[in-house]
């Protein structure tokens, strides 16, 4: 462990064309952490071509890992009794009970700027390295000193994991290629700067927001995001701050709870490359000349950095509850959590139009002082429904053509009556972004059946006849093409359950909770399972845990009790759901880097008159006082 380590720090900081002139200045005492950098050549801009071949290397480092990984909190449980408990019951096929583990909070940023990185690159010996304080102090927290043979977990997938990250982090420190994910971990909240000294330039807060340095040497990051990597997915603490993020970072969530392993060579894969797959390809240019560790933030006892100050404070963009549980914190993430969603919202986005934007980005940052306009365009995208998380589950989740991802609900939602509910859940999943629809799809329809009406073209079959071919010319074009695919969907489904395309079209994904017992069973025996939500309970859970506690004793759900609205106003938020507890009323509810536990009233409710649209052909009203809209699930990772 001690000489690969060593070798990782060395190659960092200490090799290679860039040489460093020592500080003077003990840990933790610096006030003037200048270090001089000389330069080797300028960081070259990466083609594809070169993108592709670091993905390769990449994927050579983590040829050898199989399996998915477990967790390092549970590791220290992992000696004596309960091997031999493993070796007991190491024929047993079932799933089992459910083994919890902690889930830790964690300031990432904050944990990895207290190591000054700088200082890491002007100690020139191995024990020195090694023997920071806070290099020492972190390696011990995260437990990887058992990471390294000998030791009982050693040979575990996700150790497999954080030593392939170290490995292809060394070869590519010493490389030509610049990581392109760079500027995510570029960040002036902490205590130190998240690079070594001399690789940024122009650092100037006198400037109008939002600031923007020079990164000359992107590899003076390094550092800090194998830092970042490592803490947010180790930590299962990946949190969207005060964005509307929710349905992006719940996948990463998922992830790091399933697969850590899988998801340490992602993580590696997109800081270096840009891609999260090579199928998903690469998010559009803009966001990557985003600084969000840039942008300052109120706290409670000022702004972060400390020399900032400003009357403006920073607007949330996220529902109520994420407002409330982003308070005193950054307006959005960095490192690996910030990169995901970025650049799924980007892709998301790419694929959707067939092309990047031309001089802007669809999915951009927000500052303190920054226009509502701004702010507005800046988010516009960030909001996730039905049919982007089920893309998300098969392009991250299970990715085979065969893929297990798809839409749980109450099948008395679909306004084509219970017997066709198998037709809207298809529908839902395989609409395109709102933005998309709203912009282009919806004002076309409205277009044509105008025409259709002038013309004396009256009722769905006779309107469609007029409508489609009109479709199908304006959407022949390949920037089109998703939206050609879609016409040529509905056509199909409406020829299949002989439901007019036009009504098909009109069917819209329900806002509100009607989740009953048969849709929470089903999510509970899924392997992966996101849900759509209403974050009301969820900030009543943190904010008056005496409540939940009240209503758990009574069993009684949230709406309609202690002062709350009789029923949901709709759900506004993604979760995943880590855990069921059914004998004992407990559900763990991952969200905003945490958990929370809430019983099944609270989660279903009671049944409610309250109806949009109205649940045709049935007696009983879909709605209840619950919580849940929606769950996302899969049953099985096949992320590589």
Known sequence: ???????????????????????????????????????????????????????????????????????????????????????????????????????????????????????????????????????????????????????????????????????????????????????????????????????????????????????????????????????????????????????????????????????????????????????????????????????????????????????????????????????????????LTFSWTQSLISIWMKQNYGFCAPNAVRAGIVYPGQSRADAAEATRNQGGWYNSMVWECKNLLDIHEDSSCHLVMNPEVCPLGVENAGTCFKKWEMEPAFELQQDIFQDKIIKYRSEAFEKGILGYTAQQHYVVPKLLEEFAAPEHKILLDYVNFLLQLSSETQISFLQLNEIGGPPYPSFREEELKKVCKAKINMLIIDATVLQIAFSNPEIIYQLRVQGLPAFGNYGLPAKSYGCNHAVYLESCDEQANKYRIWTWGTTVELTKEILLGYPTTQRFPDAPGSHVPAWNTGALCAAVVADKITLN
């Open 1 to 335: 462990m001690t000489f690969r380590l060593a070798l990782f720090f060395a190659a960092w900081y200490g090799s290679g064309s860039v040489e460093v002139v020592p500080a003077d200045c003990p840990e933790g005492t610096c006030e003037d952490d200048s270090v001089l950098m000389q330069m080797g050549e300028l960081h070259k801009r990466m083609s594809m071509d070169e993108k592709m071949a670091i993905s390769n290397i990449i994927e050579k480092a983590f040829s050898h890992i199989t399996g998915s990984g477990t967790y390092l909190k549970s590791w220290s449980n992992r000696s004596g009794p309960y091997h031999e408990i493993e070796k007991a019951f190491e024929k047993v096929d079932g799933l089992g009970e459910y083994f919890a583990h902690d889930i830790k909070e964690d300031a990432t940023w904050q944990k990895c700027t207290s190591i000054n990185w700088t200082k890491v690159a002007t100690l020139n010996t191995v024990e020195g390295k090694l023997e920071l304080p806070s290099v020492k102090a972190m390696l011990q927290e995260l437990e990887l000193e058992k990471c390294w043979c000998p030791s009982d977990v050693c040979n575990d997938d996700t150790c497999k994991a954080v030593r392939a990250a170290i490995d292809v982090a060394t070869l590519l420190a010493n490389s030509e290629y610049d990581p392109v994910f760079a500027n995510y971990s570029v960040t002036s909240w902490g205590y130190y700067p998240s690079w070594v000294i001399g690789s940024v330039m122009g650092l100037d807060y006198s400037l109008p927001l939002p600031l923007l340095v020079n990164l000359k040497f992107p590899k003076g990051v390094i550092g800090y995001a194998v830092c970042d990597l490592l803490r947010v997915i180790l930590t299962q603490s990946a949190d969207q701050m005060s964005t509307g993020t929710c349905s992006y970072v719940a996948s990463l969530a998922a992830l790091t709870r399933h697969a850590p392993a899988k998801i340490i060579k992602v993580a590696t894969r997109l800081f270096w490359t840009g891609m999260i797959t090579p199928s998903l390809g690469l998010p559009c240019e803009g966001i990557l000349h985003q600084q969000p560790g840039l942008v300052p933030f109120k706290t409670s006892t000022g702004y972060a950095p400390d020399f900032y100050s400003s009357a403006e404070g920073g607007q949330c963009f996220g529902n109520a509850g994420d407002c409330k549980m982003g308070a005193g914190r950054p307006q959005q993430n960095i490192g």
